[in-house]
Nanobody, 119 residues
Framework: QVHLVESGGGLVQAGGSLRLSCAAS????????MGWYHQAPGKQRELVAQ????????SYADSVKGRFTISLDKTSNTLYLQMHSLKPEDTAVYYC????????????WGLGAQVTVSS
């Protein structure tokens, strides 16, 4: 089992910055990659960014490229999402997720952190 706890959400004005954190605990040796998803009201959950646990290979949704940076501190098993130039359309609940080796989908999820960007 892997336990994920997000922190760092909040209210920010458009153009501002926030950093989300996700502390992972438990069987972290089983993690192949971690990601951040967001879900806006009335919309489906979407993958924002992901990173491999071993090599740090990253990928981003087109909507956040150049504005968001995902990173992983393996000494503390903490995942980060640095968000700059925030837009009102970035308003959503942001979820941290972890995918195990040999499994197709993300298996473990945090409870989410609300990010609200005011115009």
């Amino acid at each position: 089992q892997v336990h994920l706890v997000e922190s760092g959400g909040g209210l920010v004005q458009a153009g501002g910055s926030l950093r989300l954190s996700c502390a992972a605990s438990g069987s972290t040796f089983s993690i192949e990659r971690m990601g951040w998803y967001h879900q806006a009201p009335g919309k489906q959950r979407e993958l924002v960014a992901q990173i491999t646990w071993s090599g740090g290979t990253t990928s981003y949704a087109d909507s956040v490229k150049g504005r968001f940076t995902i990173s992983l501190d393996k000494t503390s098993n903490t995942l980060y999402l640095q968000m700059h130039s925030l837009k009102p359309e970035d308003t959503a609940v942001y979820y941290c997720a972890a995918k195990k080796y040999l499994v197709v989908d993300y298996t473990y999820w945090g409870l989410g952190a609300q990010v609200t960007v005011s115009s």
